[in-house]
């Protein structure tokens, strides 16, 4: 057997040396290209991969979708940008904190709506989403109403803030490849086993002793988590945070980054960010167009490829590769 | 409470309700035939609004021409929304076709705001501006108009899918697609009707109530949500059951806006679509038995 075939017996061994050789290029990257503009989306894609490997964590092993990611992004957002600029506290450690928060009230909403099929999921999470967008434009003591806020005070690790594009680059991504390493252990682990298993059959995943509602209200909360550090980690990157953070379309926005790199696969997620971040940069114009595109976009893929566009197009090669044989 | 409060409370909740019930209807509609909760719901009364407010406000065109060209942007819209989520219909998961319509409601809103611009518009009311008083309450004429053709709408479609060879064969396709066509009924081309008829209703909505409350690019999500959550109380796939849940939920808002402050309106609304999920499920009235192609229920076990 080669040495590939024997790691994939031992899945974090596995993982771990998959993430970590690619912590290791995404590392060398600006010392092989110098500093510039890519730069700046390099650390885009590392803050949104965040919530789009949490959808996938629930859509891949809960077969669940939720529209709810932008509503805790956002609450990571302004969680930690409330306690950082009222405050005064640490942005890292604000950061922190304000996944309490996340937990607590995914906790709460997952218990409710997890029961719930696909549809009424959607409903369920869009109608927490838009209850969110509500409350922080209109608290406006608290959350600065339509305008945001400002002067979020940026991340720092021992006592330096972060005030160059590079440096931020080197303390996001490998929180970021940390995040993605749990996730793939996540997935390979007994309770990623688990909650596929409950996404196939519940009821009998019941007999066997196992509390279903509880891991998926598990998985639901950590995947709200991943968007909450998202935002919190973001609001500390752009320094200001607004409604339209975390805001429905930006939802939206993850579910095209899932139908893009595959619903259940972790890596493709990645692709998925790094696709729709460089599409934002330079083919989806304004809001307008954006939503059109955006739109049919989601239309198409879902018609053609209904896993996701990087599976279906993986399916496509591996079957001709097989027919040529044939 | 005065008495003029009570009646303003009742004038207002039957106006919007009324507008409620026309997408709650068409979302029941639709879900009925297929058993897909159609995002772009809240997308034909937007289209419909629009449209009469650029020929008809914007363009000077007569009346009933703008309505006509409005009737029919949207059924044409609605037999594509048909043709988008029931095209590979066994391929695709149920979250498949969500996302479908969630990308169909997007990119109309974005075509819309492409076409004319993301302000809000409105035309000039059918008949005129002046109030009508009732006992010290005042409705303008308008409103009076959204009640009216509401009601005969709902009530046109109750009556059709009655007493009519077609509507009896939508609620048969409903039941149990596999059976109807064996009867001979077109499955396809009665999901087509449904999709149509849910489209008119919204237009019809989009049409009588834009001049009362404003239309813009991308207020169809907001009012398809309301009328997802007014389906899911009165119970989903039914159609009184839509009406009454409209009603409901009308009221409420009413209530939230008299007695406490007009921005937090939309919150007891969500509040309620998270409760009745939780506790009542199968709604007021008790949604349709799913039989046949969607065997979904809707919790798991």
Known sequence: MSVFAKLNNHPVRRNTIQVGLFLISMLLVPVIFGPGYYLNMMIFIAVLALPALGLSLLSGLAGQLAISHGAFFAIGAYGSAILSTRAGVNPVLSTLLAQLLVIAIAAGIGAVVLRLRSHYLAIATLSFAIIVELVIEEWRGMTGGMQGMLGIPPIGLFGHEASSDIQFYYIYWPVTALMLLFALNLSSSRIGRALRAIREGEPVVSSLGIHAAEYKTGIYVVSSVFAGVGGALYAHFVGFVTPATGSIMFAIEIIMVLALGGFDRLWGALVGVALITLLNEYALGFADYKKIILGVTLIAVMLVFPRGLLPGLIDLVRNRRFARTA | ?301
């Open chain 2, 1 to 301: 409470m005065i008495l003029v409060d009570l009646i303003q409370i009742v004038m207002t909740t039957l106006t919007v309700g009324s507008m409620y019930a026309l997408v709650a209807v068409g979302v029941s509609l639709i879900y009925n035939a297929t058993g897909v909760i159609n995002f772009a719901q809240g997308e034909f009364v937007m289209l419909s609004g629009m449209t009469v407010a650029s020929l008809y406000g914007n363009m000077g065109w007569p009346l009933p021409a703008a309505i006509a060209v409005a009737l029919a942007i949207v059924v044409i819209y609605a037999a594509f929304l048909m043709l988008i989520t029931t095209a590979f219909a066994a391929r695709i998961s149920l979250i498949g076709v969500l996302i479908i319509t969630i990308g169909a409601s997007i990119a109309t809103q974005g075509t819309a705001a492409r076409i004319w611009d993301s302000d809000t518009h409105r035309f000039p009311p059918f008949s005129g501006d002046a109030p009508i008083r009732i006992l010290d309450a005042t409705i303008t004429p308008q409103a009076l108009w959204i009640i009216v053709v509401s009601t005969v709408c709902v009530a046109g479609l109750i009556w059709f899918m009655r007493s009519t060879i077609a509507g009896k064969a939508m609620r048969a396709c409903a039941l149990d697609p596999a059976a109807a066509t064996m009867v001979g009924i077109p499955v396809r081309s009665t999901i087509l009707l449904s999709f149509m008829l849910s489209g008119l209703l919204g237009a019809a909505g989009g049409i009588v109530t834009t001049p009362l409350t404003t239309i813009d690019a991308n207020g169809g999500m907001l009012l398809a949500i309301k009328g997802f959550t007014a389906a899911m109380l009165g119970g989903m796939g039914s159609i009184p059951g839509a009406l009454l849940g409209a009603l409901l939920i009308a009221l409420v808002e009413t209530t939230t806006v008299t007695f406490a402050s007009g921005a937090y309106k939309e919150l007891p609304t969500f509040t309620i679509i998270i409760l009745v999920l939780l506790f009542l499920p199968r709604g007021l009235v008790g949604g349709r038995h799913e039989t046949g192609l969607h065997h979904d229920d809707l919790t798991r076990t």
